[in-house]
C-alpha cells in the first residue's frame, strides 16, 4: 500500500521531528485514501486496506 509521510519540521515533546502518514487505497488506480483494513499476514508485514467505496464493493461482494 502505498505511504505518503509528511514531516512538519517541528519536534515532539520527546525530541522526534513530528511526522503524518496517509495509505492510499489498495484497489488499481485508486486516488482515495485508505480507511478500512481487509486483512493482513503480520509474518510477512503485508496489509491490505481499502476506501470506503472498495470496502463496500467488498462487502456486497461477501454477502452474496
Known sequence: MPQVTIKSGG???DGHE????EYFCDSPN????ATHLV???PALR???SV???H???LGNE???
Not at 513530528?18 to 502518514?21: G, L, V, Y
Open 11 to 13: 519536534l515532539t515533546p
Open 18 to 21: 513530528e511526522q503524518m502518514s
Open 30 to 33: 485508486c486516488p482515495n485514501l
Open 39 to 41: 486483512g493482513c499476514l
Open 46 to 48: 503485508l496489509r491490505v
Open 51 to 53: 476506501c470506503d467505496e
Open 55 to 57: 470496502a463496500a464493493e
Open 62 to 64: 461477501i454477502s452474496r
